[in-house]
């Protein structure tokens, strides 16, 4: 059956299969991940209002793409204090955000109260704001550095008021690959494990991929199947998030910078192989916001949210620091030809435009 008859047919497709999609042209691929995006859910595009609090820059591990740390390429350190924390999350919660994105660096002088006493602060102060926070990536540090096992550290996350866990630290999944990114940091058994061991606790949590730096196609198609593997098992992803790699100011020597169409293409192949994973992000802080409002034509039903401040991409090069005013972001999506949602955390939808 040729891979077309096979998507019509709604056959699960295999690593040889989504490596061929790459081969078909931009448009037909578009059409094929744009009817299994309204087949689920219409012209609706969802979003959030949130903010993203980078807490700490301080980070014991070195990733060649990362241009937000702490380094020779970026010597200003800080870390906040839980009031400066509160702070940035009571200001939100008056502007209308109804989620805390945490992510930090991996910063080995602050203990675990610093990480789960920031969250407990917020939940106890604005019980009604969603923290989404700790990558697998940060759950894996704070286990090493202190001998605690995942669950502990998972069980500690959810007395602290954590709702959701983000999908940073997934970056690729193939193992030579990623050592050569980021050796030391989690691996990519450990990044599955973790979230299969939150999702096991009943909890939700989203995937992330960052690609078009020295990964290839095959790659990206492998990254994305392990994680089709784990959601069958345990269906506590919400959204898979591909990160288009930004190349400013780091140790990574990128000549190849993805094309237009080979991440729009990346975005439909998600979508298509990705039939268990409701949603599909079109992140606007990596992909440009142009190229995300057409990406929900090539499978993106989600363009994450208003994010209003962004430290790691912005870092690297994205124009996301300062986020994206609401009613911009409303009008873009309407301009563009779809309904924009805004949604809670977990896909309740709230308010449709
Ligand atoms: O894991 C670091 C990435 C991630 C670069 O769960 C880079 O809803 C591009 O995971 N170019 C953190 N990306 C951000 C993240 C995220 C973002 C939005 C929504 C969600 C969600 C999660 O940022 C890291 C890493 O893969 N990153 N450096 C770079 N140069």
Same mark, same amino acid.
């Given at each position: 059956?040729?891979?077309?008859?096979?998507?019509?047919?709604?056959?699960?497709?295999?690593?040889?299969?989504?490596?061929?999609?790459?081969?078909?042209?931009?448009?037909?691929?578009?059409?094929?991940?744009?009817?299994?995006?309204?087949?689920?859910?219409?012209?609706?595009?969802?979003?959030?209002?949130?903010?993203?609090?980078?807490?700490?820059?301080?980070?014991?591990? $070195?990733?060649?793409?990362?241009?937000?740390?702490?380094?020779?390429?970026?010597?200003?350190?800080?870390?906040?204090?839980?009031?400066? $924390?509160?702070?940035?999350?009571?200001?939100?919660?008056?502007?209308?955000?109804?989620?805390?994105?945490?992510?930090?660096?991996?910063?080995?002088?602050?203990?675990?109260?610093?990480?789960?006493?920031?969250?407990?602060?917020?939940?106890?102060?604005?019980?009604?704001?969603?923290?989404?926070?700790?990558?697998?990536?940060?759950?894996?540090?704070?286990?090493?550095?202190?001998?605690?096992?995942?669950?502990?550290?998972?069980?500690?996350?959810?007395?602290?008021?954590?709702?959701?866990?983000?999908?940073?630290?997934?970056? $690729?999944?193939?193992?030579?690959?990623?050592?050569?990114?980021?050796?030391?940091?989690?691996?990519?058994?450990?990044?599955?494990?973790?979230?299969?061991?939150?999702?096991?606790?009943?909890?939700?949590?989203?995937?992330?991929?960052?690609?078009?730096?020295?990964?290839?196609?095959?790659?990206?198609?492998?990254?994305?199947?392990?994680?089709?593997?784990?959601?069958?098992?345990?269906?506590?992803?919400?959204?898979?998030?591909?990160?288009?790699?930004?190349?400013?100011?780091?140790?990574?020597?990128?000549?190849?910078?993805?094309?237009?169409?080979?991440?729009?293409?990346?975005?439909?192949?998600?979508?298509?192989?990705?039939?268990?994973?409701?949603? $599909?992000?079109?992140?606007?802080?990596?992909?440009?916001?142009?190229?995300?409002?057409?990406?929900?034509?090539?499978?993106?039903?989600?363009?994450?949210?208003?994010?209003?401040?962004?430290?790691?991409?912005?870092?690297?090069?994205?124009?996301?620091?300062?986020?994206?005013?609401?009613?911009?972001?409303?009008?873009?999506?309407?301009?563009?030809?779809?309904?924009?949602?805004?949604?809670?955390?977990?896909?309740?939808?709230?308010?449709?435009?």
């Amino acid at each position: 059956m040729d891979i077309i008859t096979k998507i019509k047919n709604k056959k699960r497709l295999n690593q040889q299969d989504g490596e061929a999609l790459y081969k078909l042209d931009l448009f037909t691929l578009g059409k094929l991940a744009d009817k299994i995006r309204v087949e689920k859910f219409g012209k609706k595009t969802y979003f959030n209002i949130n903010r993203h609090i980078n807490p700490t820059n301080i980070c014991a591990d $070195i990733c060649k793409f990362c241009a937000y740390s702490a380094s020779r390429k970026n010597p200003n350190q800080y870390t906040m204090s839980h009031e400066e $924390i509160l702070k940035i999350a009571e200001n939100s919660y008056k502007m209308g955000a109804k989620e805390m994105h945490i992510v930090s660096a991996h910063n080995p002088n602050d203990g675990v109260e610093w990480y789960m006493g920031a969250f407990r602060k917020i939940k106890e102060k604005f019980p009604s704001l969603h923290v989404k926070a700790m990558t697998a990536a940060e759950i894996d540090f704070l286990s090493r550095k202190y001998g605690h096992s995942y669950d502990k550290i998972l069980d500690m996350m959810i007395k602290n008021g954590v709702d959701s866990m983000p999908g940073g630290g997934a970056e $690729i999944f193939d193992e030579d690959i990623r050592d050569y990114l980021c050796k030391g940091k989690v691996t990519s058994d450990q990044w599955l494990e973790i979230h299969k061991k939150w999702h096991e606790k009943g909890k939700m949590s989203n995937a992330t991929m960052l690609f078009g730096h020295i990964e290839n196609r095959g790659h990206r198609v492998d990254h994305i199947l392990r994680l089709r593997d784990l959601q069958d098992k345990t269906g506590g992803f919400n959204a898979f998030i591909p990160l288009v790699y930004q190349k400013n100011n780091n140790f990574l020597k990128v000549e190849n910078y993805p094309t237009a169409q080979e991440i729009l293409k990346t975005y439909a192949i998600s979508r298509i192989l990705l039939d268990n994973i409701p949603h $599909i992000k079109a992140y606007w802080v990596t992909a440009s916001i142009n190229l995300a409002l057409v990406a929900q034509e090539f499978g993106a039903d989600d363009l994450d949210g208003t994010i209003e401040k962004e430290s790691i991409q912005s870092s690297a090069g994205a124009n996301s620091h300062n986020g994206m005013n609401q009613e911009e972001f409303i009008g873009l999506i309407k301009n563009s030809g779809f309904t924009p949602v805004q949604r809670d955390s977990l896909y309740n939808e709230l308010e449709s435009y």
